[in-house]
T-cell receptor, first 114, second 112 residues
Framework: DAGITQSPRHKVTETGTPVTLRCHQTENHRYMYWYRQDPGHGLRLIHYSYGVKDTDKGEVSDGYSVSRSKTEDFLLTLESATSSQTSVYFC?????????????FGQGTRLTVV | GDSVTQMEGPVTLSEEAFLTINCTYTATGYPSLFWYVQYPGEGLQLLLKATKADDKGSNKGFEATYRKETTSFHLEKGSVQVSDSAVYFCALRRSSASKIIFGSGTRLSIRP
């Protein structure tokens, strides 16, 4: 199994509070991704990173920010959590931009905003 | 933009039935295509992939053929088992993009 750890695995937070989710990898892969999974929508890309300090937006980036100060860590921050951000969040990593390269996924973080 | 469309679920079959889950895509160029599987309470894991037209990916009895003319990558299995119950995602990745685009997922339930 690829070495990807997401923390926390479960979190309940109140509307309006900031929340940070962490993804840690031990594979030294260059590319890291944050997705959210919602019924009927599958996985939607929030943000991704193609190197330290290099990030870009995905299709549902509003209300989220990311940071990558080290190769192994990719943080997702909800600046002011809303109920619409209740979801399961998955981190993924990929070794290269080669389209034949698969992505490896973490176990997910279930976030509930009340 | 790039997109992946999967048949809606849930799909419920009896054990040993034949399975088809449809997947079509829209993308510029020649993407690589993937099927991922998500077992209950777990993250996604790669099931199979195909990197060019007419390639067939296969794994654990599942198969999918990259059909450029119909922009499709349908997942098939000749005889499903209860242990195949999961959510299946079709995905694509283009050579000029870092992003991996997923379909909405198809939940499969197999009855004993």
């Amino acid at each position: 199994d690829a070495g990807i750890t997401q923390s926390p695995r479960h979190k309940v937070t109140e509307t309006g509070t900031p929340v940070t989710l962490r993804c840690h990898q031990t594979e030294n892969h260059r590319y890291m991704y944050w997705y959210r999974q919602d019924p009927g929508h599958g996985l939607r890309l929030i943000h991704y990173s193609y190197g330290v300090k290099d990030t870009d937006k995905g299709e549902v980036s509003d209300g989220y920010s990311v940071s990558r100060s080290k190769t192994e860590d990719f943080l997702l921050t909800l600046e002011s959590a809303t109920s619409s951000q209740t979801s399961v969040y998955f981190c993924a990593i990929s070794e290269s931009m080669d389209p034949n390269t698969e992505a490896f996924f973490g176990q997910g973080t279930r976030l509930t905003v009340v | 933009g790039d997109s992946v469309t999967q048949m809606e679920g849930p799909v419920t079959l009896s054990e040993e039935a034949f399975l088809t889950i449809n997947c079509t895509y829209t993308a510029t160029g020649y993407p690589s295509l993937f099927w991922y599987v998500q077992y209950p309470g777990e993250g996604l894991q790669l099931l199979l992939k195909a990197t060019k037209a007419d390639d067939k990916g296969s794994n654990k009895g599942f198969e999918a053929t990259y059909r450029k003319e119909t922009t499709s990558f349908h997942l098939e299995k000749g005889s499903v088992q209860v242990s195949d119950s999961a959510v299946y995602f079709c995905a694509l990745r283009r050579s000029s993009a870092s992003k991996i685009i997923f379909g909405s997922g198809t939940r499969l339930s197999i009855r004993p």
